[in-house]
């Protein structure tokens, strides 16, 4: 008796279901594939220096760079070229104190860098993150009050002034990640009481107090000085609550509402699509992208495979807006293979 014989199933089996059919080819593959992501779905932000910050490559996140507000158009010009259609603004400031006086300068960074974008390609969408520990001295994302607890309360207004700086420089989205309760409504009241009642807010509804942020801190110089920000952040292990943020930020008139990390939170991202009748959209961050990045410079794994099935996964999850520092690398990928001769 043959080895085939031997191996063949001995009781009634009804194969005439078989899946593997529409595996057997790619081009099968790719006319029965369920999820699929849009390089139009896909933002990429974009660290900007002042004149005294070092640019260039950041240690921690190869291939990522910090950039002048001139280095920032350029980046965003070939982004333009390759299909992308949005970048999220992170500022770097030369100066920084107690109460993040240069994140509402009309001259600041991050606003400078708007104009220029505006003027550049006004076709290209302008995401403007919204937080203060990066031009705060303290690292805090807020005021401290006496105790040296971040004031939620006043807070708000300093959000609120820096909120319509961006706005008069020409942002098309304002982001607010600071993780103030009630800043939607607050931001919402400010920017309609000026006339920009046709600003979006994206929220960052559920952000949580991730370790997956340290290389990004790298980046925007956010390191706190003392403490660290589990009292406004929200705990890793809390799914309820994080719907529960998500649906307060929605009724106080959030556009969009998103959750960061992506990778370790794919269940909220489901979570929150479920319930959510606004964009869902999800933060794939820094260490995210440095353990891939690492990982894929030792040769353990295949970068672009690993980027493809991460960035499906939170398709399938329910993303509708995807931010990754994989957005540039992956349009390329896309660029090359639509434009070689088949």
């Known amino acids: 008796m043959s080895v085939t014989e031997l191996l063949r199933p001995r009781t009634s089996v009804d194969l005439t279901k078989r899946p ?3 595996r057997s080819s790619a081009a099968l593959r790719a006319l029965v594939r369920e999820n699929e992501v849009r390089i139009a779905s896909l933002v990429q932000p974009i660290f900007v220096a ?3 910050q070092p640019k260039g490559e950041i240690a921690s996140m190869p291939g990522i760079h910090r950039f002048s507000v001139e280095g920032a158009v350029a980046e965003a010009r070939e982004l333009r070229a390759l299909g992308l259609s949005a970048v999220l603004l992170f500022g770097v400031p030369d100066f920084k104190d107690a109460v993040a006086s240069s994140n509402h ?22 995401i403007a993150d919204l937080c203060n520990c990066e031009y705060t001295d303290h690292g805090h994302c807020g005021i401290l009050d006496e105790r040296g607890d971040v004031d939620n309360d006043a807070t708000l207004e300093l959000l609120g002034r820096t909120a319509l700086s961006y706005a008069e ?15 939607v409504a607050y931001l919402r009241k400010t920017l309609d009481a000026s006339g920009y009642t046709s600003i979006p807010i994206m929220s960052y509804a559920a952000k949580f107090a991730s370790a997956f942020y340290g290389p990004f801190r790298d980046a925007a110089d956010s390191t706190p000085q003392f403490g660290d920000r589990r009292s406004y952040q ?9 719907v529960r943020e998500a649906l307060l930020d929605i009724e106080e008139g959030a556009d969009v509402v998103m959750v960061k990390p992506a990778l370790a939170f794919m269940d909220l991202i489901r979570a929150v699509r479920e319930v959510s009748s606004v964009p869902v959209a999800c933060y794939n961050v820094s260490g ?10 030792n040769g353990w794994i295949d970068e672009d495979r690993i980027v493809d099935e991460m960035l499906v996964g939170f398709v399938r999850a329910g993303a509708d807006i995807i931010i990754t520092y994989f957005a540039k690398s992956f349009a390329e990928r896309k660029h090359r293979s639509s ?3 088949r």
Do not use: F, W
């Open 234 to 242: 929200m705990d890793p292990p809390n799914a309820r609550e994080a």
């Open 105 to 126: 300068d009309p001259l600041g960074i991050v606003q400078r860098t708007i104009r220029a974008l505006k003027r550049d390609l006004p076709e290209m969408l302008v």
């Open 20 to 22: 593997r059919r529409l």
């Open 339 to 341: 434009t070689t001769p």
């Open 50 to 52: 002042g004149e005294r």
């Open 169 to 183: 420089a020409g942002v098309d989205v304002i982001a607010p990640s600071d993780m103030m309760d009630g800043r």
């Open 288 to 297: 995210e992208y440095s353990m891939v990045k690492a990982a894929a410079l």
